[in-house]
């Protein structure tokens, strides 16, 4: 059976029971019922995590449960009403079953209104969600990129962690979309922007709007309204008057449905035959000629010109908007008062569009807002309504973080409630595009970097890497063209932090953290050295450079003696180069500053380091002690949070060394998933070589190899040095079991290399534990003599006492 039709039979056992526990043994005979492998468990497994990119999938004591999937998300613009016309086009793209169908022609035609029409048709058909990405390809400023575009629709389809480039988020895509009705409306496309964009495979559907000829694609080409369509339109707006005063209409206004909807809105209160005289007239404003139709224009000036002078101001303002849409509170930024009353009377008028609780402006009304003049000072003001409120955000979601200091800010910028996590990600969320998209577009100015610096966390928390690579790249350009110093070396730190959170792009991070430190130790800026010094340290601890991260972490003590991150930090990489004492020491001490700062992050993170130390110490009971405040303040932490700060891999730890092999391996396996879902490579790692300790010790050995192997892969992908230590001594340990005494002496020697190369003193007690009893195993008194006295050394400098009693029994 391929992998597919097991997929499937995996997804149709656990739908067949929706909300209970499916028995593995059921699940296995689901899947495997004339061939079960030999490791029925870890391939079930490794199954189950193929099928969470699509699917919720939850591991319960005696099986796994599949949680019910929600409709899926619904991002359409809302339906026009009062649509009218386009009765053959809309049968002939509802008999169409291309996969990808293009709707092309000139501006302001109703490519749009047309697309969003026929995606309301078809929505019943695509329940797994109907996404929605407007490119702005023909809007001023930039549009939006290929990779801006597929990481909204990835987050939109639930991916927790989006790759960076094209080929990886196609094959995320490919994943989530694995067997799913989706529906794509890509809106205001070109060539360029769509071919990057695709495939995007069946039974998934994609409709694209362009004023582009596109005849690659099965497409629609629109043309102006015929005159029954545009008086159908008139009749539906209610439009009275002769015949002749309504085909002039018609004529001034080129058959064009925008214009006419903006006519028609323009006449609710006006007597139509002075209305076009008014059209025909010459005292309109010129700013702008769409296509070569003055007519048009002039539309648009007796619509805009017949609004109170605070709605005309405006929408002369909205031209610095510089996204996709906006909300009451960017309006207001603009306008210097309630912008509510004022927003009503241009959708009123047709003049802005409003979708739920945002707003936007077509294309053709965008390009005309900006020939009305716009306001250099508007834009100003509109950042920093975007850096008032992302530093407020970030002051929720992220207290911990050094940021920039800003400026003294405009008191009457509005200013949004958001001391909760729920309030500050929702408005962080609904801005973010716009956000990104106002610092790429700033210039050299210091709200460009500010912007980019204070929205280092959400990023890094929410993994929103596509946005923060585009947003800190501009950042970096701008502090360069502004020859600000200290911008260049935190924007470098951003870069650094970015590649890091990645996974796997460590010498990337290193290297931007090495240009950042060179700038800041010769301007000696000391607020913003502490925190790179520790973001340096972190990297090389994990590139196993340990001497090096205990210098820089020592040098940011220093700086900044009472900083909880340095003191973890710092206490972390004592925990594998010891002495445990030096790490408890500092790990106790930062627990006792976020406890009085009240910092939920760092008390969760430095209790379960005390943990972990005190393991390591042999102090078992001590350790439960603090596992269980640890769970207590993850019980009450956000769900999100304990996402980014898993424990339960201590758990499975304490659990097998008291022997409870059973609940060892169902915390272990829990772990795993967690730090699976997490997409976090370093935890994964972590997650499977306890996994295979727990194997091994309920003499199940071929679990425990595969387990060992995961860990070894993972680790080595993301340059996890700790982890590939580990990974090697478990995986000897699994051949020794298995009486391979061979390929257990080659990966124990292994091991003891990679420990002595990054100086990982603590773990390469356990590998020298190991290496003793194999040389024991292979008659080798000597060698096992000289392995075991090593590691007892180790275990004297160190005062690990972990491995201690195996390297006596040795």
Known sequence: MAEASRLRALLEALAA??????????????????????????????????????????????????????????????????????????????????????????????KTSFAVHLAHHLRAGFPDGQLHVNLRAFAPGEPVRPEQALARFLRALGAEQVPVDLAAQHELLAGL?????????????????????????????????????LPEHEQIRLGVFDEDEAHALLDNMRIEGGERDRAELIRLCANLPLALRIAGANLADRYLPEYVDELRGDDRLDALQIEGDAAVNATFDLSYRAQPVVAQRLFQLLAVIPGQDFGVGAATALLRQGAAEALGQLVEANLVQRSHDRYSLHDLLRIYAVHLGTDESARTRLLDYYLVNAEEAARTLNKEFFRLPLPPLPEDLPRHDLTTEAAAVAWLDAERANIVAAVEQAGPVPVTWLLADMLRGHFHFQAHHVEWFAAVRAGLRAAQQAGDEIAKAVMHGSLGLAHWSIGGQLTDAVEHYGKALAILREHRDERVLASLLINTGIVNWELGRLRVAADVLAEALEISPDNPAVLFNLGGVHLDLGPLSTSITHVTRALEIAEARDLLVGRILASNAIVEVLQLCGEHDRAEEFLAKADALRAAAPEGLVRRVPGLDSHAQLALVRGRLDDALVTATKALELAQEAHSAKDEGDGYDTLGEVHRARGEVDQAMHAHNEALAMSLKSGYLRGEVNALAGLAADHLAAGELTEALKLALQGRERARAGEMRVRGIRVLAVLARVY??????????EAKQSGLVLVAETGCRFWEEELHRA
């Open 776 to 785: 024991r195993e292979l008659g080798d008194d000597r060698a096992a003599d």
């Open 177 to 213: 979309l694995h067997d799913r009705r989706v529906l794509f409306v890509i809106d205001n496309a070109t060539r360029d922007l769509l071919g990057p964009l695709l495939p995007i495979a069946e039974p998934a559907r994609v409709l694209v709007t362009s004023r582009e000829n």
């Open 17 to 110: 029971r929706p909300g209970e526990p499916v028995p593995f043994d059921d699940l296995t005979a689901a899947v495997w019922p004339a061939d079960p492998p030999g490791n029925p468990r870890a391939a079930l497994r490794n199954l189950v995590q193929r099928l969470r990119r699509t699917e919720q999938v939850v591991t319960e004591p005696l099986g796994y449960r599949l949680v019910r999937r929600p409709p899926g998300p619904s991002q359409l613009p809302a339906d026009l009403p009062d649509f009218v016309g386009r009765t053959r086009e809309l049968r002939q793209a509802l008999d169409s079953t291309a996969n990808v169908l293009a709707i092309t022609g000139p501006p302001g035609v109703g």
